[in-house]
Nanobody, 121 residues
Framework: QVQLVESGGGLVQAGGSLRLSCAAS????????MGWYRQAPGKQRELVAT???????NYSDSVKGRFTISRDNAKNTVHLQMNVLKPEDTAVYYC???????????????WGQGTQVTVSS
């Protein structure tokens, strides 16, 4: 069974930085897209950034230029470097994988349990 575990969240002042990481446990054949999403209180979960297996990245307009997503395919991990954090970045951040468990199997979607990021003004 595949599980994703996030780390790196916490409390930071506005203008500061945090680095989130997500690691997968379990047997994975390959991972297509990896991504980070976030959900603030009272709001819907929204896309933050994604990265394909080829390294193509996509960012929401609200974080473009401040956040950087990266992946380590050998370790099945994805990272989110967050700089110049703003109070509006406060949310629970979730990692997301689209992965195959076997060479010819279907693609499954996995979510981490979430890590809290709080940015104080």
């Amino acid at each position: 069974q595949v599980q994703l575990v996030e780390s790196g969240g916490g409390l930071v002042q506005a203008g500061g930085s945090l680095r989130l990481s997500c690691a997968a446990s379990g047997s994975i054949f390959s991972i297509n897209a990896m991504g980070w999403y976030r959900q603030a209180p009272g709001k819907q979960r929204e896309l933050v950034a994604t990265i394909t297996s080829a390294g193509t990245t996509n960012y929401s307009d609200s974080v473009k230029g401040r956040f950087t997503i990266s992946r380590d395919n050998a370790k099945n991990t994805v990272h989110l470097q967050m700089n110049v954090l703003k109070p509006e970045d406060t949310a629970v951040y979730y990692c997301n994988y689209n992965a195959r468990l076997t060479a010819w199997g279907r693609i499954y979607e996995y979510w981490g349990q979430g890590t809290q990021v709080t940015v104080s003004s």
